[in-house]
């Protein structure tokens, strides 16, 4: 089959989690066209190779604000903005099927992936849009919303199960969205569990948009003098590759699949943003945490406290966030001790891909 296989560009997390499914597909000999744009598409790029078409196509900005105030004005501007950005993702896709012809199109968070002439998948773990204040007739409006995109696809699939849920309300216990015709799948990440030496004492992960990954990145920084052991630092940069060392620091500009994979499995104690998908890394791997939400995100300032609730994570706010006293509160958390299967996530939404087509 020839698939069009689009990816949400908001951090690295939404290309990560696409490549095990897109490797797959790959495997059984299908031809992908992978839509995305900035690092993500980069990343994906240097993942895949030649083994893929590519099409760099901008979509939305995301909505981020420093509190809730600031958060409803500025929605009343991103509205507009989201739409426009939309029908110009629409149009441009218009233009790629209209040069050749395509048999199904999967989207990993983009609205602006589908078309009413071919099976198209919507992949998501977001089915309600958070605001600040857990506002309850918001929420409702934004299952509505995303009801009025849903119906422009095939199938709605969810990287997570039924019950004990990563991602929480994002994904359960809705209002007016029928859980039943969603397909719950399981996890997906582009890594697995292995059994190494936990040589690494502090693995810090960082990713996201900017300016906020910057700020993280030179507040985090400051703070390593104290700690010792083994700290290894990974930027999220993925424009280049470099690798340095000082003392017992050594940072990596970007890192490969394989890299990121074995540097999870060996450290003790990971510090990262509250991206979904980074959620589902450490599901998968097993590894403890601290979280740090993007200022302004909403989901990941909902996924730290979710999680720390449930006594699996610690988290700390980006301008508050203390390593030395911050690590102590890592180490009384249990991580997450179920066991995940990314293969059999695949395997599902493969046979979704087939059903469908």
């Given at each position: 089959?020839?698939?069009?296989?689009?990816?949400?560009?908001?951090?690295?997390?939404?290309?990560?989690?696409?490549?095990?499914?897109?490797?797959?597909?790959?495997?059984?000999?299908?031809?992908?066209?992978?839509?995305?744009?900035?690092?993500?598409?980069?990343?994906?790029?240097?993942?895949?190779?030649?083994?893929?078409?590519?099409?760099?196509?901008?979509?939305?900005?995301?909505?981020?604000?420093?509190?809730?105030?600031?958060?409803?004005?500025?929605?009343?501007?991103?509205?507009?903005?989201?739409?426009?950005?939309?029908?110009?993702?629409?149009?441009?896709?218009?233009?790629?099927?209209?040069?050749?012809?395509?048999?199904?199109?999967?989207?990993?968070?983009?609205?602006?992936?589908?078309?009413?002439?071919?099976?198209?998948?919507?992949?998501?773990?977001?089915?309600?849009?958070?605001?600040?204040?857990?506002?309850?007739?918001?929420?409702?409006?934004?299952?509505?919303?995303?009801?009025?995109?849903?119906?422009?696809?095939?199938?709605?699939?969810?990287?997570?199960?039924?019950?004990?849920?990563?991602?929480?309300?994002?994904?359960?216990?809705?209002?007016?969205?029928?859980?039943?015709?969603?397909?719950?799948?399981?996890?997906?990440?582009?890594?697995?569990?292995k059994t190494l030496p936990k040589t690494i004492?502090?693995?810090?992960?960082?990713?996201?948009?900017?300016?906020?990954?910057?700020?993280?990145?030179?507040?985090?920084?400051?703070?390593?003098?104290?700690?010792?052991?083994?700290?290894?630092?990974?930027?999220?940069?993925?424009?280049?590759?470099?690798?340095?060392?000082?003392?017992?620091?050594?940072?990596?500009?970007?890192?490969?699949?394989?890299?990121?994979?074995?540097?999870?499995?060996?450290?003790?104690?990971?510090?990262?943003?509250?991206?979904?998908?980074?959620?589902?890394?450490?599901?998968?791997?097993?590894?403890?945490?601290?979280?740090?939400?993007?200022?302004?995100?909403?989901?990941?300032?909902?996924?730290?406290?979710?999680?720390?609730?449930?006594?699996?994570?610690?988290?700390?706010?980006?301008?508050?966030?203390?390593?030395?006293?911050?690590?102590?509160?890592?180490?009384?958390?249990?991580?997450?001790?179920?066991?995940?299967?990314?293969?059999?996530?695949?395997?599902?939404i493969l046979d979704i891909v087939t059903q469908?087509?």
């Amino acid at each position: 089959m020839k698939i069009i296989y689009g990816v949400c560009s908001w951090g690295l997390g939404h290309a990560t989690r696409s490549l095990p499914v897109i490797r797959a597909l790959l495997k059984e000999d299908h031809q992908l066209t992978v839509i995305s744009h900035d690092r993500a598409l980069t990343l994906l790029q240097s993942e895949l190779g030649d083994q893929a078409c590519y099409e760099d196509i901008q979509d939305y900005p995301m909505l981020l604000s420093e509190n809730s105030r600031q958060f409803l004005a500025k929605s009343a501007v991103y509205w507009p903005v989201f739409i426009h950005r939309i029908e110009q993702g629409l149009a441009s896709l218009q233009t790629i099927l209209n040069k050749q012809q395509y048999d199904c199109i999967i989207s990993d968070g983009r609205y602006d992936m589908y078309s009413k002439h071919i099976p198209s998948l919507f992949i998501s773990h977001q089915m309600r849009i958070m605001n600040p204040l857990r506002i309850k007739m918001l929420e409702r409006g934004s299952e509505r919303f995303n009801l009025f995109f849903f119906n422009r696809f095939s199938d709605i699939i969810v990287p997570d199960t039924k019950t004990d849920s990563l991602s929480g309300d994002l994904s359960h216990n809705l209002k007016l969205i029928d859980e039943d015709e969603i397909h719950y799948v399981g996890p997906l990440s582009d890594f697995r569990r292995k059994t190494l030496p936990k040589t690494i004492d502090y693995l810090i992960s960082l990713s996201g948009p900017e300016p906020q990954r910057s700020m993280l990145e030179a507040r985090l920084m400051a703070q390593l003098a104290p700690l010792s052991g083994n700290i290894v630092v990974t930027l999220g940069k993925t424009e280049t590759a470099t690798k340095t060392k000082t003392r017992n620091i050594t940072t990596y500009s970007s890192v490969s699949r394989t890299t990121r994979e074995n540097l999870l499995n060996k450290a003790k104690l990971v510090i990262a943003r509250s991206g979904y998908t980074t959620i589902m890394d450490l599901a998968v791997v097993g590894t403890k945490a601290l979280l740090i939400p993007t200022p302004g995100q909403i989901e990941q300032e909902y996924l730290a406290t979710y999680h720390q609730s449930l006594g699996q994570f610690a988290t700390a706010t980006q301008h508050a966030v203390d390593l030395t006293t911050d690590i102590g509160r890592i180490k009384a958390t249990t991580g997450i001790t179920k066991t995940h299967s990314v293969n059999k996530t695949v395997e599902r939404i493969l046979d979704i891909v087939t059903q469908r087509t």
